[in-house]
């Protein structure tokens, strides 16, 4: 099998991360269950994860895609942080990094500047992001 018939088959996994106190995971779950109808592997982390904890999972699944799930209203501090950690570990540039939830309008560009590919808000539909999944993740 040749390299591009492999990256052509290859499996994108996605890491479906609830990061801080937020506990409101029923929409984590039903956008993971859409990623995994849709073809990808999905690995949740559970609730209540640190920043630290998020890098972690992406590094050591090896994941295409960080998708982290926030309605807390604390965006601003822990998203920042897991990117920092992805650089870190040199993990950032082969990522495509999402957020999905609450994000206000004012603080959307500032996430895109630090380095959040797309946010997706409440009543972004599943086939929009499947779709943006699919055209930008990394081929690695």
């Known amino acids: 099998m040749s390299v591009e018939q ?3 088959e290859r499996t994108i996994r996605c890491l479906v991360a609830k990061v801080g106190l937020d506990g409101h995971d029923r929409g984590a779950h039903v ?9 990808f ?3 949740y982390s559970g609730l ?5 904890e998020v890098v972690q999972a992406a590094v050591q699944e090896d994941v295409d895609v960080v998708g982290i799930s926030i309605l807390s209203g604390a965006h601003n501090t822990l998203v920042p942080k897991i990117l920092d950690g992805l650089r870190e570990y040199d993990a950032f540039d082969d990522r ?3 957020v999905g939830g609450i994000v206000p309008d004012d603080d959307k560009d500032e996430l895109r500047e630090q380095g959040v590919d797309e946010i997706f808000g409440p009543g ?3 086939d929009e992001m499947i779709a943006y999944i699919h055209e930008h993740a990394p081929e690695r």
């Open 124 to 126: 972004a539909s599943m």
């Open 48 to 52: 209540h994860r640190a920043p630290e």
């Open 31 to 39: 956008i993971a269950r859409a990623l995994r109808d849709a073809g």
């Open 6 to 8: 492999e990256q052509a």
């Open 96 to 98: 495509l990094v999402l």
């Open 41 to 43: 592997e999905v690995i």
